[in-house]
C-alpha cells in the first residue's frame, strides 16, 4: 500500500477547487452512435463556454472525442470545431481536461474488443497533443471500468458482450490504451497530468452474498490497480483474471510499465452502491437477476457508506491526489442543491482529516439527456444540470448560484438547503429496510417553509409533492386573502422564504356565477399577497390560466399573446396577472390549460375511466382544443421555476393539444377498453355556465420544459392502476 505521508495530506495552502464538466458521452449501441453533445444542442452552440465560464470553475471536463474528430479513418481528421472551442477556453482562462473517449467504443474502424485499439487511441492521442501543446491535463478514456462493464459484461453498449471474457478484455485494452495514450502525449507535452476517472460504488450484501459483494468490491479498483502497476500473482483478482483470458504477460505488462493518475477521480452517484439479496421475491422484476436481487443500496439498506468513507478508501489504497469528477443527481431542483452542497461539505470534512483531495465536479453541467435508460436510446428524457437548455439559450438554474458560491470561497445560503436530502430521510426506502437505522444528522439551520395559500385540488396537490420532495411547508385557506391583517398575521407566524397562491384554480363556472366575490378573493386578494410579499422580500408563485385567451386564433398561444377573455374566470385571472405584475414583478405567474391527474381519481379523466371500466355512458366535451396538463409535471416544474429565481408569466403545459373526447378515447384504447359509451356533448349539456373559449392551446417561448402528452398519459395510467392495485 502507498503511504498517504508521502503526499503531504490534504491540508495543503491551496483551497478546494470547483471543476464542471459537460457530459459528453458519444456511445454506439449496435450500429447507431449516441452524441450527447448534438441532442443537447452544445454542438452548436459556442457561447455556452461564456456561461459557464461565469460560474467560476477552475478546470472543466471537455471532450476532443476520437469519433468526433476522426469518425471514418485515422488519417482524417476535422478539428474545427474543436479549435473553436479549446480557443475560446483559452481565452475564458478554464483549464480543460480533455476527454478522448467516454463510454464509446471508438470510431467505426476499431473497438473495444480490437487488437489494436491501444495502439490507434494513442496515436490520436498524439495528435491531439501536437495540435494542442499547451494541454496539460487528459482523460484518454472516461470510466475505463465502468465502461467495460456495460460493454463487456451486462451488454448494453457495442460491443456488447456478457462474459467475463469480454470484461476483462475490454478492460485491459482501455487500461493499456491510456498507458501508451499518456506516453505520446507526454513525448509533446513531458508536463501533461492523467487524471483517471471511474465510477466508486460500493456492494453491500445479505450474508448469503457476501462473497459475490467482496468480489465486486475488489473489482471496482482494477482500472486504477493496472494503471498503478499493482496486479501480479499476489493480487487478489489474478486467478479471475487469468480465467477470463488474460494472459500473464500482458498482465505483468502493467507492471513494468506503471502509469499512475496524477489525480485519482471519483465518480459516485445516488445509484452507485448496491444492496445483493439472494431473495428474489422480495423485490420488483427489474431488480432480479438469475441468481439474486441488485438494488440501489439507498433504497432498502441502512448502512451505506457515503462518499466520505470511499473518499477516505482511495486515499489510503493509493496515496494519490483525489478529486470528485462527477457530481450529479437527476431530480427536483432541491435535491440536486442538496446533493451537491453534501458533498462540497463532505469534501471539506475529509481534507481536514488528511485526504488529499483537491477538487469537486458539478457534472452535467448542461444537463443529460436519456441516461433513465442508461443512454441506450434517445427519448428525450432531461435532466438538468446548473443550466437548462431547454430554453432558447441555455437558463441559469439555483445549481449554478450555488456553485458560484463555492467558487467565490461563500457559504451557499438558499432555503431549502436546510432541510435533508431524499437519500436522508426514513421516506426513500422503497421495500423493508436492512441493516441498522442510522441517527440522523442533527441540523442547526431550522428550514424556513413555503406556505401554500388554498386548500382545493391544486393546493392539496402542491402540499403532497412538497412532502414527496422534503419541502417544509404550511397551508392555509384562501380566506386569509380577503382581510390584509389576516394575511400579514399567517406570514408573520410561518416565516416562510415564498408563497405559493393556488386559490380558485379551475373554478370557471363558479366565477360566473359568483363574479363579484370572486374577484375580490382571486384578484384583489392576489394583489394584496403580492404587496405583502414585495415588503417582506419573499418569493411568489401564482397560478393564471388559458381561459385569459378569446380562442379565436389556430395556433398555440405564447406568453406575448394578446389576451381578451370571454368568462369571468379569464377575465379575473388577467386582472390578477395585470396586478401583481404592477405591484411585484418578480413574481412567478404559470399559465396552464386542462389540468388533468389530481391523484383522487375525482377528476374528469378519473371519473370517465371509472365509467370506461363499467360501461356506463360518458358525456364530454369535444368542441374545445386545449393543451392537457398533468399536474405532478405542472406543480413539479412550477416548484423547481419558484426555487430558481425565475419570473414573469411561464405557460407550462405537456407538449401536445387535445379535447376532452380525444382524451378519453386515448385512454380508452391503451386499456383496450370499449368506447361506445363515449358521447361528445355540448356545453349545455354538461351543465355548464360560463362560455368557453374555442382553442386555448398554449406554447411558451421560453421553451418546452414539461414532457409530451402521450408520456404524461403512460404515467397518469400507470399511477391509476397503481392505485387501483
Not at 14 to 24: A, D, K, N, S, T
Not at 582 to 597: N, Q, Y
Not at 696 to 714: E, I, N, V
Amino acid at each position: 500500500m502507498s503511504d498517504p505521508a508521502r503526499q503531504g495530506g490534504s491540508k495543503a495552502s491551496r483551497p478546494l477547487e470547483l471543476w464542471i464538466g459537460v457530459e459528453c458521452t458519444f456511445n454506439r449501441v449496435r450500429e447507431n452512435y449516441l452524441n450527447q453533445l448534438e441532442v443537447c444542442g452544445h454542438d452548436r452552440r459556442l457561447e455556452d463556454l461564456d456561461q459557464l465560464a461565469q460560474l467560476g470553475a477552475r478546470r472543466i471536463r471537455y471532450p476532443v472525442l476520437w469519433e468526433q474528430v476522426a469518425p471514418e479513418h485515422p488519417e482524417f481528421l476535422n478539428w474545427q470545431w474543436t479549435d473553436e472551442r479549446l480557443l475560446r477556453l483559452q481565452q475564458l482562462e478554464l483549464q480543460p481536461i480533455a476527454t478522448l473517449l467516454h463510454h464509446g467504443s471508438g470510431p467505426q474502424y476499431t473497438s473495444l474488443l480490437d487488437p489494436q485499439f491501444p495502439e490507434k487511441l494513442a496515436d490520436y492521442a498524439r495528435r491531439v497533443a501536437q495540435r494542442y501543446p499547451w494541454l496539460r491535463a487528459y482523460t484518454p478514456v472516461n470510466e475505463p471500468l465502468t465502461t467495460a462493464r456495460f460493454s463487456g459484461l451486462y451488454g448494453v453498449w457495442y460491443p456488447h458482450h456478457t462474459s467475463d471474457e469480454g470484461f476483462v478484455r475490454m478492460l485491459l485494452n482501455e487500461c493499456r490504451g491510456t498507458v501508451l495514450a499518456m506516453r505520446a502525449i507526454r513525448e509533446v507535452q513531458p508536463d501533461a497530468e492523467l487524471i483517471q476517472t471511474d465510477d466508486l460504488g460500493k456492494a453491500h450484501a445479505t450474508p448469503a452474498m457476501q462473497h459475490e459483494a467482496d468480489f465486486q468490491n475488489e473489482r471496482r479498483w482494477l482500472a486504477y490497480d493496472l494503471l498503478c502497476g499493482r496486479v501480479d500473482e499476489a493480487h487478489p483478482l489474478w486467478t479471475y483474471l487469468r480465467s477470463s483470458g488474460a494472459t500473464s504477460e500482458e498482465l505483468l505488462w502493467f507492471r513494468v510499465n506503471p502509469c499512475p493518475p496524477d489525480v485519482i477521480g471519483v465518480d459516485y452517484y445516488v445509484t452507485s452502491e448496491r444492496f445483493l439479496d439472494e431473495r428474489r421475491e422480495r423485490y420488483q422484476e427489474h431488480h432480479r437477476n438469475a441468481t439474486h436481487a441488485d438494488i440501489e443500496a439507498v433504497r432498502v439498506y441502512h448502512n451505506t457508506a457515503g462518499i466520505e468513507a470511499l473518499l477516505h478508501e482511495t486515499w489510503e489504497r493509493y496515496g494519490l491526489p483525489v478529486a470528485v469528477t462527477e457530481v450529479h443527481l437527476g431530480s427536483t431542483r432541491e435535491e440536486q442543491l442538496r446533493w451537491f452542497e453534501s458533498f462540497w461539505q463532505a469534501a471539506e470534512r475529509v481534507r481536514e482529516e488528511g485526504v488529499d483531495l483537491r477538487a469537486l465536479t458539478s457534472w452535467a453541467i448542461l444537463g443529460s439527456f436519456d441516461w433513465n435508460t442508461l443512454h441506450t436510446e434517445f427519448k428525450g428524457h432531461y435532466e438538468p444540470g446548473a443550466f437548462d437548455v431547454r430554453t432558447s439559450t441555455p437558463r441559469p438554474t439555483a445549481l449554478a448560484r450555488v456553485l458560484q458560491a463555492r467558487a467565490r470561497g461563500e457559504l451557499p445560503d438558499h432555503p431549502t438547503l436546510a432541510s435533508p436530502g431524499f437519500w436522508e430521510r426514513p421516506d426513500r426506502f422503497f421495500y423493508p429496510p436492512v441493516g441498522t437505522p442510522q441517527q440522523a444528522t442533527t441540523r442547526t439551520q431550522v428550514a424556513r417553509p413555503l406556505v401554500i395559500v388554498g386548500q382545493g385540488r391544486l393546493g392539496e396537490a402542491t402540499a403532497r409533492l412538497c412532502r414527496e420532495r422534503g419541502l417544509e411547508h404550511r397551508c392555509v385557506s384562501s380566506s386569509v386573502l380577503l382581510a390584509e391583517n389576516s394575511l400579514r398575521d399567517v406570514l408573520t407566524a410561518h416565516r416562510p422564504w415564498a408563497v405559493v397562491n393556488t386559490t380558485g384554480y379551475g373554478q370557471v363556472d363558479e366565477a360566473e356565477r359568483a363574479s363579484g366575490q370572486f374577484w375580490q378573493t382571486h384578484s384583489a386578494g392576489a394583489a394584496l399577497l403580492a404587496q405583502l410579499c414585495t415588503e417582506q422580500g419573499l418569493q411568489l408563485l401564482t397560478f393564471s390560466s388559458d381561459q385569459v385567451f378569446s380562442g379565436e386564433g389556430d395556433t398555440p398561444y405564447q406568453e406575448h399573446d394578446p389576451a381578451a377573455p370571454i368568462n369571468a374566470y379569464g377575465r379575473t385571472k388577467l386582472e390578477m396577472e395585470r396586478q401583481i405584475r404592477t405591484i411585484f414583478p418578480g413574481a412567478l405567474i404559470v399559465r396552464s390549460s386542462g389540468v388533468f391527474g389530481s391523484g383522487t381519481g375525482q377528476g374528469l379523466l378519473g371519473k370517465a375511466l371509472s365509467k370506461l371500466r363499467t360501461g356506463e355512458p360518458i358525456l364530454v366535451d369535444g368542441h374545445h382544443r386545449f393543451s392537457p396538463t398533468y399536474l405532478p409535471d405542472l406543480i413539479h416544474t412550477s416548484l423547481d421555476l419558484l426555487i430558481d429565481g425565475e419570473n414573469g408569466i411561464w405557460h407550462l403545459v405537456n407538449r401536445g393539444e387535445s379535447t376532452w373526447a380525444e382524451m378519453v378515447h386515448a385512454l380508452g384504447a391503451a386499456l383496450r377498453l370499449p368506447q361506445s359509451a363515449v358521447h361528445v356533448a355540448s356545453g349545455s349539456d354538461l351543465g355548464w355556465v360560463a362560455p368557453r373559449p374555442r382553442y386555448t392551446a398554449l406554447k411558451s417561448c421560453q421553451g418546452q420544459l414539461l414532457p409530451s402528452l402521450d408520456h404524461a398519459l403512460d404515467r397518469y395510467l400507470s399511477s391509476r392502476n397503481a392505485d387501483l392495485a
